[in-house]
Each structure stands twice: as C-alpha cells, then as structure tokens.
C-alpha cells in the first residue's frame, strides 16, 4: 500500500519524499474528514510548485 501511494505521487508530478513526510506529519492531526485531502492527487494539486520531481518522469513515447 505505501509502495501505492508513493509511486502515485510519483506519478502526479510531486516528489515522494517530500509527500510522505508531509502526511506522516500532518495525519495525526488530520480529522477523518479531512483525509481526502491527503490523497496524493489532492495533495499534489496544491504543492506540485512546492514540492517538483527532482527530475521529470520518463517518456515511453519516441
């Protein structure tokens, strides 16, 4: 499942290290509510600017 979610972070432009710290942090305080935004979709629409992929995903198409 962690695999899951990093590789989905990955995959939605923001860096894994910095998501997964990110929530690690703010989950304990988080309401059950609230937990959607944590989401790596959701919570790549608002720090893709922040937190950029290091390097940008490889491209198949050639």
Request: aromatic share 6%; proline share 10%.
């Amino acid at each position: 499942m962690l695999y899951t979610l990093l590789i989905s972070a990955r995959n939605h432009g923001v860096d894994p290290q910095a998501y997964l710290k990110d929530v690690i942090e703010r989950l304990p305080v988080t309401r059950p509510a609230d937990l959607d935004a944590l989401l790596p979709a959701n919570w790549a629409a608002g720090n893709r600017a922040t937190y950029p992929l290091a390097k940008p995903l490889r491209s198949d198409a050639a």
